[in-house]
């Protein structure tokens, strides 16, 4: 941790009929102002302070914190550096920098910071599962695993290390072992919502559709404005046959969050297998304005133009969204991806 500021260094008080603050006691101010919400009065105090002693690693960190937080990133990871630089075992503002990066996708930077948090602390297990994170985001997953597991060797209580540990194994394949994870969360904290609907995830992939139904009517019990679970409810269902049903669920979910562009597509489909294809064929567009390289959606859609006898649209949309297989007897086959034929 940095050293303690010394007492005779002197912070001007906010009203000038009270004498001046030692930075130590600046600092303890400008800290209760920012845990409470106020960030304007604690970002001039730190300035101050800084005014005082330019150098001073806690103002610094503190302040690139709140620098971030207002969108100025790179003030502000110049500033925490700066606060490392001049406390190089602050371990505060190393784990808010790795925060930051983590923040930005800067994730190799990111690992970087929470590794050296690891190297001062190696029993800190919150680091373990923000390091994790960053490698799973990253695809580093078997890494990320680890990394989870040391946290929750650490703290076996923590339910969010527990949620993102069986994201990984989802993300894997591994859907028992996603499945367990869960499990284990939800023990902790019955009312997860995202667990419930992550265990639901799972279990719809090992084929136990009423099972992942349940999970997901848990989810918006706890929820009820909880997007993804309306969303990932009505694929269940359509799976189930029950494609009204999921169709109402779909419609839910963009009720909720109207740029959700898988909730646009799944609407997209339940409507094609139910024959309206003028409204399919709309909501894939809608889906494709939200994401422009959601390629199942530009198939689905030519497949759909197809139906209508939009031929060369259709064509166009399903060579760009499934890709298309030449033959030539010269070279074999070549497969080609929303590249010209």
């Avoid at 290390?161 to 894997?172: F, I, M, R, S, V």
């Avoid at 070279?331 to 929303?338: I, L, R």
Wanted: aromatic share 6%; charged share 20%.
């Amino acid at each position: 941790m940095p050293p303690k500021d010394p007492k005779h260094s002197q912070v001007a008080s906010a009203s000038q009929a009270q004498p001046p603050m030692s930075i130590e006691d600046g600092l303890s101010v400008a800290m209760q102002h920012q845990s409470t919400g106020r960030i304007g009065e604690a970002e001039k105090i730190y300035r101050q302070i800084l005014e005082v002693d330019p150098n001073q690693p806690v103002a610094l960190h503190l302040l690139g914190v709140i620098a971030h937080m207002a969108g100025q990133s790179d003030a502000g990871i110049q500033m925490i550096r700066k606060a490392i630089g001049h406390a190089p075992e602050y371990l505060g503002a190393l784990c808010n920098l790795g925060h930051v990066f983590l923040d930005l996708g800067r994730l190799d930077e990111a690992i970087a910071s929470y590794t050296q948090v690891i190297a001062l602390k190696p029993d800190h297990a919150e680091t373990h599962a923000n390091l994790a994170l960053a490698l799973q985001n990253s695809g580093r997953v078997d890494e990320a695993i680890d990394s989870y597991n040391r946290s929750l060797n650490l703290d076996s209580k923590a339910t969010n290390t527990h949620c993102n540990l069986g994201n990984a194994y989802l993300d894997k394949g591994e859907f028992d072992a996603a499945e367990a994870s869960y499990r284990k969360a939800l023990v902790i904290r019955p009312d997860f919502a995202e667990v419930h609907c992550n265990l639901g995830s799972a279990l719809k992939n090992q084929g136990l559709v009423d099972e992942a139904i349940a999970c997901y009517q848990q989810a918006i019990m706890h929820k009820p404005d909880y997007a993804d679970a309306h969303n990932n409810l009505g694929t269940a269902l359509q799976k189930q046959g029950d494609v009204i049903e999921a169709v109402n669920k779909y419609r839910k979910a963009l009720s909720l969050n109207v740029n959700f562009a898988d909730a646009h597509c799944n609407l997209g489909s339940a409507l094609w297998s139910l024959r309206k294809l003028e409204e399919a064929a709309a909501c894939y567009r809608t889906a494709l304005e939200l994401n422009p390289s959601m390629r199942e959606a530009a198939g689905s859609l030519g497949s759909v133009l197809l139906a209508m006898g939009k031929t060369k649209e259709g064509l166009e949309m399903e060579r760009s969204g499934f890709g298309v297989i030449n033959f030539d007897t010269r070279k074999g086959v070549d497969y080609n991806f929303g590249n010209s034929a």
